[in-house]
């Protein structure tokens, strides 16, 4: 089975109702370096995306800076979503988490006249809770090892790793 994904980016979709989904991690994207302000300076920081297939089918992403920190939000996250921890220092192949499932809370924002689902947190899966299947193909993708070949993905994840230096710098 394939992750479907619609080239059309004006397209509109529906917000995803609020609530807790239990849901399967079926892509991690390398984003590369990315330019962002932070506290209104800008910055630049190696990304990853995370995509989660909820049991509704609907997936839903969501953005990190590549750092397990103990103050980074993917540390904090992937800690809450497998129930695990991690040692400072400790490496992680951030691909081994494909597939993994737990649970996901969902919340509506708004920016201007626009409605958003958002990731509010994540979690395990409850004691003796079964995981959720995705429907959908696992994928991953690094810039490193996948040089050129980005496998199927949302067009905005594609054009944030297109305009990353390390595949700009890539032969």
């Known amino acids: 089975m394939k992750l479907t994904v619609n080239a059309n980016t004006n397209e509109e979709r529906e917000p995803i109702e609020a609530g807790v989904y239990t849901a399967s991690i079926v892509g991690i994207y390398d984003l590369g370096t990315q330019s962002q302000v932070w506290e209104g300076k800008p910055k630049e920081s190696h990304q990853i995306v995370f995509l989660f297939e909820l049991d ?7 953005t990190y800076t590549a750092s397990l920190h103990e103050k980074a939000s993917l540390r904090k996250d992937l800690q809450a979503f ?10 992680v192949d951030i691909f081994d988490f494909i597939g993994l499932s737990g649970q996901v809370n969902i919340t509506k924002k708004k920016s201007g006249d626009k409605e958003y689902s958002k990731i509010e947190s994540l979690m395990p899966l409850r ?20 040089k050129k070949n980005i496998p199927a993905c949302p067009e905005w994840i ?7 230096p390390e595949f700009k710098a890539l032969k």
């Open 56 to 62: 509704t089918q609907q997936i839903v992403s969501k």
């Open 82 to 91: 497998t129930g695990g921890t991690f040692e400072d220092g400790q490496t």
């Open 127 to 146: 004691k003796g809770q079964k995981g959720y299947e995705a429907k959908n193909e696992l994928l991953t993708y690094s810039i490193e090892e996948n």
């Open 158 to 164: 594609k054009k944030k790793i297109e305009e990353s």
